[in-house]
């Protein structure tokens, strides 16, 4: 049902079906584009797609779609055209001047998004940077009267602070905005460099927006980080130790969520947020079973990872929102995801279940490279111990006359650090 609450956007949704796209294809986009509309704040009154050999240069879809509408203003009372394309700036001014109201293409909508959940100060930064790059190419003297007035497409960044912007302001903002990110990437970097000197493993847990990425977080490591039913909840990446069967510790880290089409604005701005995937050791992709397109969900964010040189990392996949779905669609699921993700992981990470199994998956994935040990620790150097327990794994130990004898693993690369310890 349509919600009709005072100040709620009221929003027209329109695609385009284009040889080479099926059916079932475009009615998965337009219904993510209803619930990226949805998220961002407003109601959708209508949808409509337009079969067309290609995109029509001037206004998206044709002239005569463009005068329907215009004539189902009065009776859908629509304060927005929402389109399911990147829209060039001459489609977009030729749009408006048509319709005589604001028309959003999809970057913009997602931008939005991020707008209204950026929180931390890295978060709104990089926001601010997209929503910029985005804007720049159109900005042709001005803006019509109609982007003043606040709405989906105008939050945050510059829609709050000046919609008649001229380039070289937006220019130099832009170079500010790239100075401070490249400051929060130093950071991160520093970050990430203290962490590989502690030589715990690093996991990204990656998936598509909304697979459940961030309660996978709290459910394995009591993170308390918001996870909400919405698209784009979390933006900002959070780190937290885990401590795996072996009593192993990693750091897990939960990250932004993919989804098709993601603008490359986006992917520019947030660079140094998505570069914990990156420089991760294992990648622990998110499925969500429940969703009708979990297929190309999953094909999104194997693209998204080529995108960032991660498809090749050790990686585990967990069926996540098993709870949803019954047995017959969970075995299907299963078996049409086997060939691609071999040993994925069903779970449901909001009710708790198959988190063990999910646990051994990852002490696998972050073990490969871990060699036996077999050390003599002096008595008072406990602290040694302590180390290769969280690093690798004790897999037993004996007292001695001469000190604790231990066996242990540890990441190759590590073992010189131990080897006034090691036993010949």
């Given at each position: 049902m349509i919600s009709t609450e005072p100040g709620h956007e009221r929003?027209?949704?329109?695609?385009?079906?284009?040889?080479?796209?099926?059916?079932?294809?475009?009615?998965?986009?337009?219904?993510?584009?209803?619930?990226?509309?949805?998220?961002?704040?407003?109601d959708v009154v209508a949808s409509e797609l337009q079969r067309r050999e290609q995109v029509e240069p001037g206004t998206f879809v044709g002239r005569g779609k463009v005068a329907e509408i215009k004539e189902a203003r009065d009776e859908l009372r629509y304060d927005l055209v929402i389109c399911n394309e990147d829209l060039s700036p001459r489609q977009q001014r030729n749009l408006e001047a048509e319709l005589k109201i604001r028309v959003v293409d999809r970057t913009e909508l997602i931008l939005d998004i991020f707008a209204q959940h950026a929180r931390t100060r890295e978060g709104r930064l990089q926001v601010e940077s997209a929503q910029l790059h985005h804007l720049l190419p159109r900005l042709i003297g001005a803006y019509d009267y109609h982007r003043q007035g606040g709405g989906i497409g105008t939050r945050g960044g510059p829609g709050e602070q000046q919609i008649e912007v001229e380039r070289r302001r937006i220019r130099k903002r832009l170079k500010d905005l790239e100075q401070e990110l490249e400051q929060v990437?130093?950071?991160r970097e520093q970050q990430r460099a203290s962490r590989r000197g502690s030589d715990r493993k690093t996991v990204a847990i990656v998936g598509y927006t909304n697979a459940g990425k961030s309660t996978i977080l709290n459910a394995l490591t009591g993170a308390g980080v918001r996870a909400e039913n919405k698209l784009f909840a979390t933006l900002d990446p959070t780190t937290r130790r885990l401590q795996l069967p072996t009593r192993?510790?990693?750091?897990?880290?939960?990250?932004?969520?993919?989804?098709?089409?993601?603008?490359?604005?986006?992917?520019?701005?947030?660079?140094?947020?998505?570069?914990?995937?990156?420089?991760?050791?294992?990648?622990?992709?998110v499925l969500d079973v429940s969703a009708p397109a979990v297929a190309e969900q999953a094909a999104t964010v194997e693209e998204v990872l080529e995108q960032l040189d991660a498809a090749g990392k050790p990686r585990v996949v967990a069926l996540n929102k098993t709870d949803l779905v019954g047995p017959a669609t969970l075995r299907r699921v299963v078996?049409?995801?086997?060939?691609?993700?071999?040993?994925?992981?069903?779970?449901?990470?909001?009710?708790?279940?198959?988190?063990?199994?999910?646990?051994?998956?990852?002490?696998?994935a972050t073990g490969l490279d871990l060699v036996v040990i077999e050390l003599l620790i002096p008595y008072g150097r406990e602290a040694v111990l302590a180390e290769l327990r969280q690093m690798g794994g004790l897999e037993r130990t004996e007292?001695?006359?001469?000190?604790?004898k231990a066996w242990a693993r540890a990441p190759r690369e590590a073992v010189r650090r131990f080897q006034d310890y090691l036993v010949s």
């Amino acid at each position: 049902m349509i919600s009709t609450e005072p100040g709620h956007e009221r929003a027209y949704l329109i695609g385009v079906l284009l040889p080479g796209t099926s059916q079932p294809e475009i009615d998965e986009q337009m219904r993510e584009l209803a619930e990226l509309t949805r998220t961002a704040g407003a109601d959708v009154v209508a949808s409509e797609l337009q079969r067309r050999e290609q995109v029509e240069p001037g206004t998206f879809v044709g002239r005569g779609k463009v005068a329907e509408i215009k004539e189902a203003r009065d009776e859908l009372r629509y304060d927005l055209v929402i389109c399911n394309e990147d829209l060039s700036p001459r489609q977009q001014r030729n749009l408006e001047a048509e319709l005589k109201i604001r028309v959003v293409d999809r970057t913009e909508l997602i931008l939005d998004i991020f707008a209204q959940h950026a929180r931390t100060r890295e978060g709104r930064l990089q926001v601010e940077s997209a929503q910029l790059h985005h804007l720049l190419p159109r900005l042709i003297g001005a803006y019509d009267y109609h982007r003043q007035g606040g709405g989906i497409g105008t939050r945050g960044g510059p829609g709050e602070q000046q919609i008649e912007v001229e380039r070289r302001r937006i220019r130099k903002r832009l170079k500010d905005l790239e100075q401070e990110l490249e400051q929060v990437r130093s950071q991160r970097e520093q970050q990430r460099a203290s962490r590989r000197g502690s030589d715990r493993k690093t996991v990204a847990i990656v998936g598509y927006t909304n697979a459940g990425k961030s309660t996978i977080l709290n459910a394995l490591t009591g993170a308390g980080v918001r996870a909400e039913n919405k698209l784009f909840a979390t933006l900002d990446p959070t780190t937290r130790r885990l401590q795996l069967p072996t009593r192993r510790e990693v750091l897990l880290t939960d990250t932004v969520g993919f989804i098709q089409k993601l603008p490359t604005d986006l992917v520019a701005a947030f660079r140094a947020t998505l570069e914990e995937v990156t420089h991760a050791d294992v990648v622990l992709e998110v499925l969500d079973v429940s969703a009708p397109a979990v297929a190309e969900q999953a094909a999104t964010v194997e693209e998204v990872l080529e995108q960032l040189d991660a498809a090749g990392k050790p990686r585990v996949v967990a069926l996540n929102k098993t709870d949803l779905v019954g047995p017959a669609t969970l075995r299907r699921v299963v078996r049409e995801l086997d060939q691609r993700f071999p040993g994925a992981v069903p779970i449901s990470a909001g009710l708790g279940w198959g988190l063990d199994g999910l646990l051994s998956a990852l002490d696998r994935a972050t073990g490969l490279d871990l060699v036996v040990i077999e050390l003599l620790i002096p008595y008072g150097r406990e602290a040694v111990l302590a180390e290769l327990r969280q690093m690798g794994g004790l897999e037993r130990t004996e007292y001695t006359e001469s000190g604790t004898k231990a066996w242990a693993r540890a990441p190759r690369e590590a073992v010189r650090r131990f080897q006034d310890y090691l036993v010949s």
